[in-house]
């Protein structure tokens, strides 16, 4: 069944005639529900395949317009509503390429990613609106027009009088499968951020990611609370539910634990996925759980779940949170599935199984070789054998795309280190350049995380290696402690103590720091990085 569902989703989304705004919108029957739009004051707005046509035909001859064409960029720097789908399928209806802004950005990271790439045009919420003002990072005279979501201001032109006013784009572009659709930039947790072009083809990926490790049916409903901002987001919140034609949820508002707890109430969501701090927080609230809670499964994906939210989950949520793992240049590869055909025993730590169309391996430090069962190596995968692999390299970066390849071409190297066991099951132990090595031996921070977070004054943790003139590099732990909790040297030597009891003796952090934050990208990954700046300066 597995294989002939891949085989199926490659012919759909890599055929030469695919149209991307054919395939997310218009094949659909008019009168279904493709997203609720939820609201702060938690009323809902049906958004139907019909209106988004309608509305998405008109914003796309806007666009056009204002010379927007194929292959050019538009950036969207918006939260999640209407407005936002809307604009996505206008730019693919025009063969344009959308490259996302996460709404936290501040103008050096938009810049970052809207300069020197011809991005015609940013549509932006009004609230935004002053990231984009002129600046040494902005020049004022590049061109660029500016949409604007709301009342326009300062010569931005608006979303709604562009939309109101354009008369419908007659055709839906068809690029083929290797159409490029997006233009996402990786988080740059180890460096300078990259430019990934996403072609159509890698739909067949996100659904199958859809299909078989989140199991969404017909008659769930699904909430992916991640950022569009972000891939997570993107591909799996926005992207493939318009794929499979099912409706999913869009909360028009920002973060907060009792807001998600009355949306998953209110709405009977019954497919729930979310980055691990979303669980962390929830776990964390003052709110209680609803009563009402109808979830049938939760998912999680961005970093690995700790124990301590995985049985927080299974007996305050009633079903555990299955972890899954990815990369904004693969989608989702590995995972603990739902599906009924690929469901099985969770082990604790663990982020699951290869899932069908992917070859996941782990491989010797020194050598382009399998290790054996249970030893820590690089995380790699197979291309021959990964039919759903889209990633080819990432744009104007030869260098860098190279050092993700191995040079005969058979392996893309993903820079994370796991342990694969003799069943399959693939347990994260860091990024190739967090590994912490004191005194030969290599510590995973996620191992000592994972510890420090079974203390019930421990809300978040992280760890990292920092130089030491004997050992060569120790352990040092930022942490930040839950509400009401005094931080001081006796919690820090009990933090201590339980690193080596319950992890390895020589694996304790040396120094422990009470942080009120963790430095974080936008998908919530740990920028261990930047704690390491922090602490040589």
């Known amino acids: 069944m597995t294989e002939a569902h891949v085989r199926r989703l490659l012919e759909v989304y890599g055929d030469e005639r695919a149209s991307a705004a054919t395939l997310l919108c218009d094949r ?66 025009l063969g344009a390429v959308h490259v996302p802004l996460f709404t936290a950005f501040a103008p050096p990271a938009i810049a970052l990613r809207i300069t020197g790439n011809g991005t015609k045009a940013v549509i932006a919420d009004a609230d935004q609106l002053a990231k984009l003002e002129p600046s040494a990072d902005l020049p004022a005279d590049d061109g660029r027009r500016i949409v604007v979501v709301g009342d326009a201001a300062g010569g931005a032109l608006s979303f709604g009088e562009l939309e109101a006013g354009a008369a419908p784009w007659p055709d839906a572009a068809v690029t083929g499968g290797s159409g490029v659709l997006v233009e996402l930039f990786t988080s740059g947790t180890t460096g300078t951020p990259k430019a990934v072009p996403i072609p159509l083809r890698a739909l067949a990926g996100f659904q199958a990611y859809q299909d078989f490790a989140l199991d969404v049916r017909d008659d769930d409903v699904f909430w992916n609370a991640a950022d569009p901002g972000w891939a997570y987001g993107l591909y799996y919140a926005i992207m493939t539910p318009m794929a499979t034609g099912r409706r999913s949820l869009l909360l028009h508002a920002g973060f907060s634990a009792e807001l998600t707890w009355a949306v998953l109430e209110k709405f009977g969501v019954t497919n729930f996925a979310a980055a691990p701090t979303v669980y962390r927080a929830l776990r964390n609230a003052d709110a209680p759980v609803p009563d009402g809670l109808r979830l049938r499964h939760c998912s999680s994906a961005g970093e690995p779940l700790t124990p301590d939210v995985l049985e927080w989950a299974s007996s305050k949520l009633g079903v555990g949170v299955h972890d899954h793992y990815g990369q904004t240049e693969l989608g989702m590869v590995v995972g603990n599935a739902w599906h009924p055909e690929l469901r099985a025993e969770i082990k604790p730590g663990s982020m699951g199984r290869v899932l069908p169309g992917f070859a996941v391996e782990v491989l010797r430090e020194d050598a382009d070789v399998v290790v054996e069962p249970g030893e820590r190596g690089r995380v790699a995968l197979d291309l021959p054998a990964s039919p759903l692999l889209w990633f080819r390299g990432y744009r104007d970066a030869p260098e860098r795309t190279a050092a993700r390849f191995s040079p005969d071409g058979r392996w893309y190297y993903t820079g994370d280190v796991a342990a694969k066991d003799a069943d399959g099951y693939l347990t994260f132990a860091s990024r190739d350049d967090d590994v912490i090595l004191m005194a030969g031996y290599r510590i995973g921070p996620f191992d000592v995380e994972s510890v420090l977070q079974q203390h019930s004054a421990v809300a978040e943790s992280a760890v990292i290696g920092v130089p030491d003139a004997l050992r060569g590099e120790v352990v040092v732990a930022y942490v930040v402690v839950r509400d009401g909790v005094t931080a001081d040297a006796e919690l820090a030597d009990e933090l201590r103590r339980l690193v080596k009891t319950r992890f390895a003796a020589h694996a304790y952090p040396r120094e422990v720091h009470f942080v009120g934050e963790l430095p974080k990208t936008p998908s919530g990954k740990i920028q261990r990085f930047l704690l390491r700046k922090r602490h040589a300066s």
């Open 28 to 93: 659909h029957p008019a009168d279904a529900v493709a997203f609720t739009v939820v609201e702060p004051d938690l009323t809902g707005h049906d958004l139907t395949y019909g209106e988004l046509r309608e509305r998405s035909e008109r914003f796309a001859g806007a666009l056009a317009g204002l010379g927007v064409g194929p292959g050019d960029r538009v950036a969207t720097l918006m939260g999640k509503s209407a407005e936002l789908v809307v604009a996505l399928l206008a730019i693919w209806r």
